[in-house]
């Protein structure tokens, strides 16, 4: 079945910096892949998702990056601000067979912003 | 808030006992999907339903059941519970069955001692 690596698990940058979280994923019939932001005492809330038919999206500060050839993908946040400081995960979903849906997750990243 | 309720936020009960979790999805979305999270195994996914119909399983191990009713909330039964089931469990919700943007829950802390 699919798997999907995330790394680093934690990064921790300064105030203004820029994130750079990557994954992996294995199965390369996967052509769906969300980015989540969980807060502490809270569920996983989307922040940017990317399809297999294009390479980057862009939402203001945060981008996201599609190799399909190289099956990985990447989470980029510019000018980091405190209330980034959470726990990202990425996720790939296939389309065939009977998991249409459901999103297999990386371990997560714990992202620290110091202010 | 993303719309989706769960019930109730925390759990605390005793190994063998039997539980349900409660989930309302989104207005309007069709599908219901269940995740485990936990420290060593992270975010897995269990079951969707689509429309009442059971529609993907994952790592659901048979001591644990879903539904969804007519009126789209969907239940998810843990029985014979042991400690390793203490985790945190989502529920999610989307429009259609296919690769659908999933808008998730605040969860259920249960804790099984």
């Known amino acids: 079945g699919e798997n999907v690596e995330q790394h680093p698990s934690t990064l921790s940058v300064q105030e203004g910096d820029s994130a750079v979280i990557k994954c992996t994923y294995s199965?390369?019939?996967?052509?769906?892949f969300p980015w989540y932001k969980q807060e502490l005492g809270k569920g996983p809330q989307l922040i940017i998702d990317i399809r297999s038919n294009v390479g980057e999206k862009k939402d203001q500060r945060i981008a996201v990056t599609l190799n399909k050839t190289a099956k990985h993908f990447s989470l980029h946040i510019t000018e980091t601000q405190p209330e980034d400081s959470a726990v990202y995960f990425c996720?790939?979903?296939?389309?065939?067979?009977?998991?249409?849906?459901?999103?297999?997750f990386g371990k997560g990243t714990k992202l620290s912003v110091k202010p | 808030d993303s719309g989706v309720t769960q019930t109730p936020k925390h759990l605390i009960t005793a190994t063998g006992q039997r539980v349900t979790l409660r989930c309302s999805p989104r207005?309007?979305?069709?599908?219901v999907y269940w995740y485990q999270q936990s420290l060593d195994q992270g975010l897995q996914f269990l079951i969707q339903y689509y429309n009442g119909e059971e529609r993907a399983k994952g790592n659901i191990l048979e001591r644990f059941s879903a539904q969804q009713f007519p009126d789209l909330h969907s239940e998810l039964n843990l029985s014979s519970l042991e400690l390793g089931d203490s985790a945190l469990y989502f529920c999610?919700?989307?429009?259609?069955?296919?690769?659908?943007?999933?808008?998730f829950g605040p969860g259920t802390r249960l804790l099984v001692l």
């Open positions: 996720a790939a979903s296939l389309n065939y067979g009977g998991s249409q849906g459901n999103l297999i």
């Open positions: 199965d390369s019939a996967s052509n769906y």
């Open positions: 999610a919700s989307s429009v259609g069955s296919d690769q659908e943007t999933q808008y």
């Open positions: 207005s309007g979305d069709l599908s």
